[in-house]
């Protein structure tokens, strides 16, 4: 079974840092992209960022072009996203999500239950 | 980006009832578009890809149809468990982006 446990969320001040991870169980983790996608209270879903499977293929929302990274460490089955200068907009609930094939271009397949991140002073 | 145009936003049938929403691309996407189910408080869970495949698990009177810009998602007779909040979205190119959602109620 796929299972997808994001952790790192919370309480921080605007302009600081913030790192998410995911951890990834249940299937063969460089064999897929991976994803994080964001919903803001009360609001839809938001692509953030995707990397392909051996992270030569990386992209991100404009949104957040410049401040936040995505990385992957395939050798621990885990999915990072580095979040800097974080600004009130960035509150939301952050979902790790699997996409259905190695390339980042593809649907996302499975997700875990998000950690939520508030920017707040 | 590709804009994505989801109508209704929101809409209340009732048990038994065809249900069908659309989502319009700003560009032709080919069959690059997906649908998600997310009910409150739960993560979004994909129910229909590539405009209309049906995901493995998900019941037969969900389905999908369109290519190009137009595209429909329907149930054919909706469930009190079929309560929940849909949304398309694009993988034609990136950013991937999502419609603004639809809201299904039970009347």
């Known amino acids: 079974e796929v299972q997808l446990v994001e952790s790192g969320g919370g309480l921080v001040q605007p302009g600081r840092s913030l790192r998410l991870s995911c951890a990834a169980s249940?299937?063969?983790?460089?064999?897929?992209?991976m994803h994080w996608v964001r919903q803001a209270p009360g609001k839809g879903l938001e692509w953030v960022s995707g990397?392909?499977?051996?992270?030569?293929?990386?992209g991100y929302a404009d949104s957040v072009k410049g401040r936040f990274t995505i990385s992957r460490d395939n050798a621990k089955n885990s999915l990072y996203l580095q979040m800097n200068s974080l600004r009130a907009e960035d509150t939301a609930l952050y979902y790790c999500?699997?996409?259905?094939?190695?390339?980042?271009?593809?649907?996302?397949?499975?997700w875990g239950q998000g950690t939520l991140v508030t920017v707040s002073s | 980006d590709i804009q994505m145009t989801q109508s209704p936003s929101s809409l209340s049938a009732s048990v038994g009832d065809r249900v069908t929403i659309t989502c319009q691309a700003s560009?032709?996407?080919?069959?690059?578009l997906n649908w998600y189910q997310q009910k409150p408080g739960k993560a979004p869970k994909l129910l229909i890809y590539?405009?209309?495949n049906l995901e493995t698990g998900v019941p037969s009177r969900f389905s999908g149809s369109g290519s190009g810009t137009d595209f429909t998602f329907t149930i054919s007779s909706l469930q009190p468990e079929d309560i929940a909040t849909y949304y398309c979205?694009?993988?034609?190119?990136?950013?991937?982006?999502f419609g603004q959602g639809t809201k299904l109620e039970i009347k």
């Open positions: 999500a699997k996409g259905e094939m190695a390339t980042i271009l593809s649907y996302f397949q499975h």
């Open positions: 249940g299937f063969t983790f460089d064999d897929y992209a």
């Open positions: 990397i392909s499977w051996n992270s030569g293929s990386i």
């Open positions: 560009q032709d996407i080919s069959n690059y």
């Open positions: 590539d405009a209309s």
């Open positions: 979205q694009q993988y034609d190119n990136l950013p991937h982006t």
